[in-house]
DNA sequence: ACTGTATGAATGAATG
DNA sequence: CATTCATTCATACAGT
């Protein structure tokens, strides 16, 4: 066991109730919420608040990390699915617009691909297109208003975090 | 074999390729160099993105720890003499190479700065240009533009990775 | 089979 | 927020 107490080595408690917070929504936590979390956490193990901001900060770059990396490796399995199912709907409005858009070569099939799941026309490379949704998907979920009550299975204080952003 | 695919083990021709791109100076890929790499070693066997990544990671980590290990070992006393002499030899000609051939701003100064680390002395036992190579290569790599086009003697598509830093 | 070493994987802790 | 570094855990493999 690492008793090297120069880095702080999460409890598996707290490493659930941690997860458990990011799984319900909770991302970017505030001061106050960090400040919460720990001393919550101070029931488990020894903790500080940079450990816990630490912790969030790491695990949503590490996920977005994560996500981006599999991009090249899940295209080619989805390629073929967005194709097939392109037959099906190739008469949508957006994809005729493109399709004419974009007729200009082998091109054309990434961009339709792609706009299954964007439809949107400014998508020429399929970096962008990654870029954008990531975006999407992460902008939603981070600001989204987040209110969550948890109450861990273990034998502690239930740990009430209630955020109002757009103040 | 281990045919236990819990874990990455890379093929003789993945571990060469790599090793090669090393040797060139790729230290830190970037994300899309990495799908690159993984990208064409994935014709000699299975390899996710994050395999490249750790195996760089890890490489990297792993000269300089043996590097500093060696420098504590083999130097621990003759380093302070060996640093404020330095001072007087920093006219020498390796630093006058090294300083004119990076002429560009900071870069200099940071080159300089790794010399007064790693005392000249303690090395004696390598050739000059190797001398060089050691003390200069981590810190030049890294900060470097990095173009290469790596041929490999196998019988797989050319792997060119072409940067552009500072653009 | 046991043990040591090389190395894949993970993650805490920063830094810019 | 992305990137990087240090340290540690985990495991495949080699030598005995």
């Given at each position: ?53 630490y ?10 990390q ?25 008469s ?44 999407t ?31």
């Amino acid at each position: 066991m690492g008793t090297k107490c120069g880095r702080w080595n999460p409890t598996a408690e707290q490493v659930k109730v941690l997860t458990d917070l990011f799984r319900s929504g909770l991302r970017t936590p505030t001061t106050d919420q960090i400040q919460k979390i720990s001393s919550q956490l101070s029931f488990y193990g020894n903790i500080e608040s940079k450990n816990v901001f630490y912790w969030f900060q790491n695990h949503k770059a590490r996920e977005r990390q994560k996500r981006r990396r599999k991009v090249l490796v899940d295209e080619p399995i989805n390629h073929i699915e967005d194709t097939i199912q392109l037959n099906n709907v190739s008469s949508s409005k957006h994809f005729q617009e493109i399709s004419t858009t974009n007729r200009e070569s082998d091109q054309a099939d990434r961009v339709i691909e792609t706009l299954q799941l964007f439809p949107l026309h400014s998508l020429s490379e399929y970096s962008d297109t990654e870029k954008l949704r990531l975006f999407t998907e992460e902008y939603m979920r981070d600001n989204m208003t987040f209110s969550c009550t948890l109450e861990a299975e273990m034998d502690h204080p239930t740990l009430d975090l209630r955020l109002s952003f757009f103040s």
